[in-house]
């Protein structure tokens, strides 16, 4: 009994690694730490383990502002491992008769180290890239050292387009254009017979199988991408009878990203995979079959048997693919063609978080302070105390829902009472604050010592209260340059704070953000329930930073944010773990997030014209003699500075 006793008082970083599912969301690769740190063991199969607040710590020292965003490079490269093992174990367990290559869609992070960082870590695998606009493709072909790795060119294609990746070609890389829509032959066949190349090119297919989730439109008959099965008819007509049959290696199809049930996903792979041999027996030698990407990111932190989320994990992803393709393969009698697929978000998503500073709360108010004296004086307010007495009473420590449930209601109608009492003048400004502070302050408690239960099993009225007791934390960072999926597809993200884990979180918040848009706001966080409307955050302690971190951060967030409000890029440190150097890390390279200034030009506004106007306003001050001219050079200077600023909060002492 004793020991059960201490096992309920004491809260452990488990008991945080539990309530952030840190585990279902992080994989391998987040943990708590000892020190009720969050952590992060960024390489496959090592132990070595990264303590991300440390990382912070270092940076703060290092006077860089937050928010800022941290890669773990090493996590990337060991996803990109990860990804290319798992298809070598299912093809050499399955007695696959040819390989995998993965390409990288570049559009999901296009930052130049991370996609450096991603072909060194796959050379072994022979991993390329996948581009979908001329932009991405300009970046993307110089990057094929290895005439063997793969370029493959999605989306509509322009003249220029179809032409560099001819070129490519002409230099014996493997690129292989995708053909979008039908009429996009013409483009190939006709520059191919210009710069005397015999083509290569693939075609994205249809196939009628519709994802499911938020990118479902992305594949199935509607969709605006691919060409249709009678298209694909018609194709083959065409190529054949231009001689160039020969050319066309590749076959495609891509459902959408974020593949929520596997089942979907193998109907696909099915249906592709007869269109493949049915093309094969018509003497088309076509050589590789794409199945795009889509592989899921457990954002949601849901088991795998929750309904919420994906529900699958990343072997079972690859051994859907690669059996399912031997099935159809061996039933038709053709051979297996070389595996390719398209996965970005998979690879890309934890290898970077997010670092907010908390600012400020608008918290409930609690009794941490003793009542004023006289405060309590009144028989009902005495009352409210004695209740929440009963609660702290160690030796009754452990209540039952029953006994927290009435004890809730006893208060709720203490105060109740209270409040009419008020209104009739029989209690004075005073004691009804001290009133409104205990109340507030039973529930707290009786939230946190509900924490460890099951959600599922909580009483209405108490799943209610902890709805009320909800504060609002301010954070420094903007919604929608940081998390625009979340405003605009509703994507929840896994948030927790970074430190401060060894002790038990006493409050519930929503976050807010820096703009001035009602929108900016986080108020959805996971939970087992699919989600929650509030985060379990600790008190903000004076003088003390608070972190939460942000993560899954490193797919679309960066490339799809915008400067609303002029918020600009967040500042970026690239972390290396190694075990020589005393926190088993080192800092790369720190990339400054965008200035005042260079946010301002995107919009048109430039320091000499807006300083020569700030000064035309100082220099009438001046001259009406509302300020002296010493003053005045001053004001310019001050307001000259901030230019070269961040666009987020700056230190308290402006330094
Ligand atoms: C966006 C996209 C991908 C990447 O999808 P993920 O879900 O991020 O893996 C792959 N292929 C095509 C054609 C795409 O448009």
């Given amino acids: 009994m004793a020991k059960e006793l201490t096992k309920e008082d004491v809260w452990t970083v488990e008991d945080s690694e539990k309530l952030y599912r840190v585990a279902l969301w992080g994989e391998s690769y987040f943990y708590v730490n000892e020190e009720g740190h969050l952590a992060v063991r960024p390489i496959l199969g090592d132990s070595i383990g990264i303590d991300v607040y440390k990382v912070v710590q270092d940076l703060r020292q290092q006077r860089i502002q937050f928010p800022l965003l941290i890669r773990f490079q090493d996590l990337l490269r060991s996803r990109v491992t990860e990804l290319n093992t798992a298809f070598r174990k299912a093809i050499e367990e399955s007695g696959y008769g040819n390989s995998y290559i993965g390409v990288y869609p570049i559009k999901v992070n296009q930052l130049h180290e991370v996609v450096q960082e991603i072909l060194e870590a796959g050379r072994p695998f022979g991993f390329g890239l996948e581009s979908g606009s001329k932009a991405e493709l300009v970046a993307a072909l110089p990057h094929l050292e290895d005439d063997r790795t793969l370029l493959i060119c999605n989306g509509y294609k322009d003249w220029t387009m179809m032409r560099l990746l001819l070129i490519g070609q002409l230099l014996g890389k493997n690129v292989i254009p995708i053909l979008e829509k039908f009429s996009e032959l013409r483009l190939l066949l006709t520059q191919a017979a210009e710069l005397g190349v015999r083509p290569k090119f693939g075609a994205r297919v249809r196939v009628s199988v519709t994802g499911s989730g938020k990118w479902a439109a992305s594949g199935g008959d509607s969709s605006k991408f691919g060409i249709t099965i009678s298209e694909l008819v018609r194709l083959i007509d065409e190529v054949s009878l231009n001689g160039v049959a020969d050319g066309f290696k590749l076959l495609h199809f891509h459902m959408g990203s974020q593949i929520l049930d596997i089942q979907n996903l193998k109907q696909a792979v099915k249906e592709i995979a007869r269109i493949y041999a049915t093309l094969r027996k018509r003497g088309l030698e076509i050589e590789y079959l794409n199945v795009g990407g889509g592989l899921g990111v457990n954002y949601e932190a849901g088991e795998v048997t ?342 987020y909060l700056g230190p308290d002492d402006g330094i």
């Fill in 306 to 647: 929750s309904p919420h989320g994906i529900n699958y994990t990343l072997p079972e992803y690859v051994n859907a693919i690669v059996y399912t393709v031997k099935e159809v393969c061996d039933a038709e009698n053709v051979p297996h063609p070389v595996l390719v697929s398209e996965s970005g978000r998979a690879l890309t998503a934890h290898h970077s978080v997010l670092i907010v500073e908390v600012i400020a709360a608008n918290a409930r108010e609690n009794v941490d302070e003793p009542l004023p004296p006289g405060a309590i004086e009144h028989p009902q307010v005495a009352e409210l105390a004695k209740l929440f007495n009963s609660l702290a009473d160690k030796s009754v420590r452990r209540k039952s829902l029953p006994v927290l449930l009435e004890t809730f209601h006893d208060a709720a109608e203490k105060r109740q009472d209270i409040g009419l009492l008020f209104e009739l003048g029989y209690l004075s400004l005073e004691q009804k604050a001290a009133a409104e502070r205990l109340y507030w302050s039973i529930c707290t408690t009786i939230n946190r010592m509900m924490q460890k239960r099951n959600p599922e099993l909580l009483p209405k009225d108490l799943v209610a209260m902890k709805e009320q007791l909800t504060d609002q934390y301010l954070c420094d960072f903007s919604v929608f340059q940081s998390i625009l999926d979340y405003w605009a597809i509703g994507q929840v993200f896994p948030i927790m704070p970074i430190h401060r884990l060894k002790e038990q979180p006493s409050r519930l918040a929503t976050l807010v953000d820096l703009t001035c848009d009602s929108d900016g706001k986080v108020d959805r966080f996971v939970s087992p329930l699919g989600s929650k409307n509030a985060l379990e955050v600790h008190r903000l302690v004076e003088g003390e930073p608070y972190y939460l971190g942000f993560f899954l951060m490193g797919a679309y967030q960066d490339i799809l944010g915008d400067i609303h409000n002029l918020f600009g890029r967040v500042t970026e440190v690239h972390v290396y773990a190694d075990a020589e150097e005393p926190d088993n890390y080192f800092i790369e390279k720190v990339i400054k997030g965008t200035t005042v200034q260079e946010i301002l030009a995107v919009v048109q506004y430039f320091p000499n014209d807006l300083q020569r106007r700030m000064e035309q306003l100082i220099q009438q001050k001046v001259k009406d003699g509302l300020i002296r001219p010493k003053i005045g050079v001053q004001l310019l200077d001050q307001y000259s500075k901030a230019f070269h600023e961040y666009t």
